[in-house]
């Protein structure tokens, strides 16, 4: 036990020392993730730019999912979503993920508007899927906490839409 | 001594803990920082498109640096770069910063040329400001690790020229 611990702090002291010297005057700051907490496991591309890249490269979909950090909706979908195993799984083993809080200068990534949190399905091809759709007739990309099923079911169609069409 | 190391492996716990249930096949990963080493402590812009936006809301310049992991030139200046004290602060408290791994579509971004690493100013006012250069005629926004001088220069540049234009 003293020995596990012992390494532990030694692997604390490495890391530390690994984040450079500045401190801000405010105090020392959590390095940000990519993953903005959508999946800590997952490799989040940085740009809609470099995702598209990957997804063509990798014959993989396209995840994007438009968020806000102060927005609870967007909070709320954030947790149910980052816990669910089976999506995390998914999402690893056969997608290209990405989360943004801003929006693109492409207009086909908003076919019903701005809102948030939104989540967009492109194809390898690079066509928007704009068919995949969650459960609300107003906000058509918009899933709710409860709405995890739904969206697995969705990751299965963009696999499967995808395939089908090759 | 004791209790520290305990108090070490409790934080350590809690935070893996906080990193979800999924586990890759290949193991466990390190989350991605936006950081991508550039200086952990510093606040990343994720998008060209939010970068302009806090600059222009911000009324502050906007660094934007491009490099590639595997480009040994960017490495060795990102470990320069990131452990310069003086940099980090001036960045920190006077520029919004942006650090990308591919090309936007925006062409004002590569006056010369799509090489790494590669480092632009942009004003507020959202103008590239081609004129504040490293000292390579042959890429101009180019900088060695041994030109951090220069870079901090730079920075004192882009807030002077920025301020005696308003």
Redesign the interface.
């Known amino acids: 036990m003293?020995k596990?611990?012992?390494s532990?702090?030694v692997l604390?002291v490495a890391l530390s020392s690994a984040?450079?010297?500045?401190?801000?005057k405010s105090g020392?700051?959590i390095?940000?993730?990519?993953?903005r907490g959508w999946?800590?496991?997952l490799?989040?591309a940085?740009?809609?730019?470099?995702a598209l890249?990957w997804s063509r490269s990798n014959n993989k979909p396209l995840m994007v999912i438009f968020h806000l950090e102060d927005c609870p909706h967007s909070k709320a979908l954030k947790k149910k979503f980052?816990?669910d195993?089976a999506i995390?799984?998914k999402l690893?083993e056969e997608f290209v993920v990405l989360n943004?809080?801003?929006?693109?200068?492409d207009k086909n990534l908003s076919p019903d508007g701005q809102y948030v949190p939104r989540i967009i399905f492109v194809d390898p091809s690079m066509t928007v899927r704009a068919d995949i759709a969650g459960r609300y007739s107003n906000r058509l990309y918009a899933y709710e906490p409860s709405d995890t099923k739904i969206l697995f079911e969705n990751l299965k169609k963009a696999l499967k839409l995808y395939k089908s069409e090759l």
Chains 1, 2 share one sequence.
Do not use: H, V
């Not at 984040?19 to 801000?24: A, D, H, T």
């Open positions: 003293m596990a611990a012992f532990l702090l604390l984040f450079g010297k500045y401190i801000p020392k700051r390095p940000q993730t990519l993953s999946g800590d496991q490799i989040w940085q740009t809609y730019e470099e890249y980052s816990e195993d995390m799984k690893d943004l809080m801003y929006e693109t200068t």
